[in-house]
């Protein structure tokens, strides 16, 4: 299977720190895809952190609100996702959405955030 979306930038870090996600797709995707970024931990469901729609329009979950800040590299067709202020509850993998205009959906493979002293 063609891997359709590549993401990086997950790992450890201490609360209070940052980390960025990224998400890169092709340029047909990313130009015509509402983007969401979710997580997930073990047993539970997976949960919409931020969207932004194919015009602009952002909107993120109350628990990262004024802490995570959604992006994008338009020449890189890369999705960024921006998290200070980590807490030990955002603790979760992470996973980027792409919602084709055409219907298809095309996910990140996810990537472990852990945040912990």
């Known amino acids: 299977q063609v891997q359709r979306v590549e993401s990086g930038g997950g790992g450890l870090v201490q609360p209070g720190g940052s980390l960025r996600l990224s998400c890169t797709t092709s340029?047909?995707?990313?130009?015509?895809?509402?983007v969401n970024w979710y997580r997930q931990t073990p047993g539970q469901q997976r949960e919409l952190v931020a969207t932004?729609?194919?015009?602009?329009?952002?909107t993120y979950a109350a628990s990262v609100r004024g802490r995570f800040t959604f992006s994008a590299n338009n020449d890189r067709n890369t999705i960024y996702l921006q998290m200070n202020s980590l807490k030990a509850e955002d603790t979760a993998v992470y996973y980027c959405?792409?919602?084709?205009?055409?219907?298809?959906?095309?996910w990140g493979q996810g990537t472990q955030v852990t945040v912990s002293s």
């Open positions: 959405r792409f919602q084709a205009g055409w219907g298809a959906d095309y």
């Open positions: 340029g047909e995707i990313f130009s015509r895809s509402t």
């Open positions: 932004k729609t194919t015009r602009g329009i952002t």
